[in-house]
């Protein structure tokens, strides 16, 4: 096994597909609240623009999961690709919030084509022993865009108004930069990945290699998919109220923010690389558990900071906890799922998971605005109740990975198979 290496010129370049799309996705993270009131919606509803982005993908990644079963991950790749280029400028033209709600849902279905065929495409390649340690990779390189991403978004949009762009229209600039880098990805995934042979892994399933199995929802399935959605849950929670906490508790400008994202950010990413290696050793269960653990508590302590510098601490703490349990837990959905099946249910992953980031974006903006000026005693504290969201997703996540502890076992993993060149 000496000398083995999950770096073939495919992985590495699935690699650098993930970092440019992630980037993409990221630029606006660090205001896209506020063009979304800036165009005329309220406080309120922003949750909803959050969420008709992920609905759409719910909707719509079981089909393209399937269909990237059938015709080939390559090629549904690339469509939900051209359809992120194709959108990205759509949202940087909107003229009012209506058809930004409208250009969302559009993009979310096209864009879990993108995504899920781009997981399941690196699973097909990466040797079966080693798929924690090129989940943990491909996580890494993610993280790395979606780090820089808010960081740049911001910095364009502010350089944008300092040249003297009204505040509104600096804000739609970074979408048509989002729309370049996708079509970078596209033209990297076109010139440069190719298609890989299933049929191996197939062949050492009982059972497998059968076209259009159909396999049923055992209960380590069940409750994968049940974490899976009170994961989106908290998720939804979370980013689209992260920006108005920052700028409600700390007055921070979007450059600020996205500073303050990235920072945190990048202080989990070697920590996702590590952790899939890991789990690769140590089973997948037991870095789930470590990583869910410590981002659900400091997630908790998150709103009940005083200062920046703690904030920033304590949210660089939580985002370690979250690059060490989500390589494990890919990792363990692929050991579960079939490779002839393996979109359909990546697509089922994807619609629990993005079924939870529509509701928890509309639970949480509502709780926000209703409660972000009030305190409450507590115990004798005196709680804040822009904490609410953040309180709830603690609560929530904890109970989910305690359930996935005790209810899911491992499944026995495959011999070792050569990585695709």
């Given at each position: ?34 063009y979304v009131v800036g165009l005329g919606a309220s406080v309120a509803s922003v949750g909803l623009f959050t969420s008709s982005f992920m609905l759409s993908m719910a909707v719509m990644s079981p089909k393209f999961g399937s269909l990237s079963d059938q015709h080939g991950r390559k090629r549904i790749m690339m469509l939900g690709i ?340």
């Open positions: 096994m000496a000398g083995r290496s999950i770096y073939s010129r495919q992985i590495l370049v699935l690699g650098g597909v993930q970092l440019i799309e992630s980037l993409a996705f990221a630029l606006p993270l660090s205001f896209f609240p506020h051209i359809g992120d280029v194709v959108f990205g400028v759509l949202t940087g033209l909107v003229p009012s919030w209506p058809w930004l709600l409208l250009v969302r849902v559009a993009n979310g279905a096209v864009s879990s084509a993108a995504m899920l065929s781009s997981e399941a495409l690196l699973i097909d390649s990466a040797p079966i022993d080693m798929r924690g340690e090129a989940s943990g990779f491909i996580m890494s390189t993610a993280m790395v865009g979606r780090n820089l991403g808010p960081l740049l978004g911001g910095t364009i949009q502010w350089a944008s108004l300092s040249l003297g762009l009204s505040l509104l229209d600096s804000y739609r600039v970074p979408y048509f930069v989002d729309s370049g880098l996708a079509l970078l990805a596209l033209l990297l995934v076109v010139l440069l990945i190719r298609e890989p042979e299933r049929s191996a892994e197939r062949r050492g399933r009982p059972g497998g290699g059968e076209t259009g199995a159909r396999v049923p929802l055992s209960r380590t399935l069940k409750v994968m998919l049940a974490y899976a959605f009170v994961n989106g849950v908290g998720v939804g929670f979370i980013i689209p109220i992260m920006v108005l906490f920052y700028s409600d508790k700390f007055g921070i400008e979007p450059v600020g923010i996205g500073a303050l994202l990235s920072i945190s950010g990048f202080i989990g990413l070697f920590a996702s690389y590590v952790a899939g290696r890991l789990s690769d050793r140590m089973g997948r269960k037991p870095l789930i558990a470590l990583g869910d653990l410590v981002s659900r508590a400091f997630g908790f302590v998150l709103p009940l900071t005083g200062d920046v510098t703690q904030a920033g601490v304590i949210m660089s703490i939580r985002s370690l906890g979250f690059n060490v349990s989500m390589p494990a837990f890919r990792a363990l959905r692929a050991d579960a799922v079939p490779p002839e099946v393996r979109g359909r249910f990546f697509g089922l992953f994807g619609t629990a998971f993005t079924a939870g980031d529509v509701i928890g974006p509309i639970i949480s903006t509502w709780i926000y605005s209703v409660y972000r000026f009030e305190h409450f005693r507590f115990l004798g504290f005196r709680v804040p109740g822009y904490g609410i969201p953040f309180f709830v997703n603690s609560v929530l996540g904890i109970l989910s990975t305690v359930a996935l502890l005790a209810l899911v076992e491992e499944p026995g993993r495959l011999v070792p198979t050569r990585p695709e060149t």
